[in-house]
Every structure is written in structure tokens, then in C-alpha cells.
């Protein structure tokens, strides 16, 4: 049997660029006073703005105290604001600013750029052939999470 090397396999390949594409990203949004993190927030507000911090956190995978977090921040730099829902004042809702629109729309903009880059020696057709293999790289790690899943969920209910 062979032996795996694991720092050699697609994987860890994957995470390298992955890694290096959030980087670049964040190196181009620093001029616009927006911080590693945010985009997905600026991005999600841009397309449906007045979200609750419970659903906004839900929308990009995130933990609602790591999102508070990054919304104080991004109040104290004009990108957002939180208003309290008139119909139920527990709930707090969050805009984004002109600023924030503006910023937005710059991250779109790096996105855009990167995203034309990584693939501007691709072909239309192994663009798609690319994004086809993702998305059953995706549902492969989706169907092995759930199945591991429903086995510690039925390990769990035999202990008790």
C-alpha cells in the first residue's frame, strides 16, 4: 500500500488557494476601510439590506457573537448601522450606510477582478468542467458529513 502524503494531496492544494485568494482579496478591500471578514456581510447586506444579526450570521456561516463583533466594527467605520426593528424592539436590524453601499460595491469589484484572474487562462468550457467538479466535490463532502453525522447522532442516543 501506498503511503499518503497528505501536504501533497488536491485538498491541501485546494486550502493554498483558497488561502491565497482570501489574501489578495484582502489586500485590495484595505483601501476602501474594509477588513479581512467583512465582504460576505457587506455583500449579503448589499443583496437583501435590513437583515436581523441572527439571519445575517446564518446567511454567511458564521457565529452570531464573531458577527457582532465585525458589525461594532463596521458601525464604528460608517460601513453599517443597527436600528432596532419598530414592529419588535428585541430585534436589531442591520443597513448598510452610503459608505457601506459604496464599499460594497468595490468588494464586488475585487471580487470580480480576482475572480477573472484565477481563471483568464481558462477556457469557457473548463471553466465549466472546473465549476461542475466543485460542486461534486461539494455534495461528495456534503453526503459524507450527514452520513458521519446521522452514525454520531445514533452512537449518542444508544449511550444514553
Known amino acids: ?18 488561502k491565497q485568494h482570501r489574501q489578495n482579496v484582502d489586500l485590495l478591500i484595505q483601501k476602501y476601510e474594509v477588513f479581512p471578514g467583512q465582504p460576505p456581510i457587506l455583500l449579503r447586506l448589499a443583496k437583501t439590506d435590513g437583515l436581523i444579526q441572527k439571519d445575517l450570521a446564518a446567511h454567511i456561516h458564521s457565529k452570531p457573537a464573531t458577527v457582532t463583533s465585525m458589525l461594532t466594527r463596521m458601525e464604528k467605520n460608517g460601513l453599517v448601522k443597527r436600528q432596532t426593528d419598530p414592529n419588535d424592539h428585541r430585534i436589531s436590524r442591520v443597513y448598510l450606510t ?3 453601499r459604496q464599499a460594497a460595491s468595490c468588494v464586488k469589484e475585487v471580487m470580480r477582478e480576482l475572480e477573472s ?17 466543485l ?10 458529513y450527514e452520513e458521519h453525522r446521522s452514525l454520531h447522532l445514533l452512537l449518542d442516543s444508544e449511550e444514553e
Open 1 to 18: 500500500m501506498e503511503d499518503y502524503d497528505h501536504s501533497e494531496s488536491l485538498t491541501v492544494l485546494m486550502k493554498r488557494v483558497l
Open 98 to 100: 452610503e459608505k457601506g
Open 117 to 133: 484572474r484565477c481563471f483568464q487562462s481558462f477556457s469557457k468550457e473548463e471553466k465549466e468542467q472546473f465549476g461542475r467538479m
Open 135 to 144: 460542486l461534486q466535490v461539494q455534495s461528495e463532502m456534503n453526503d459524507f
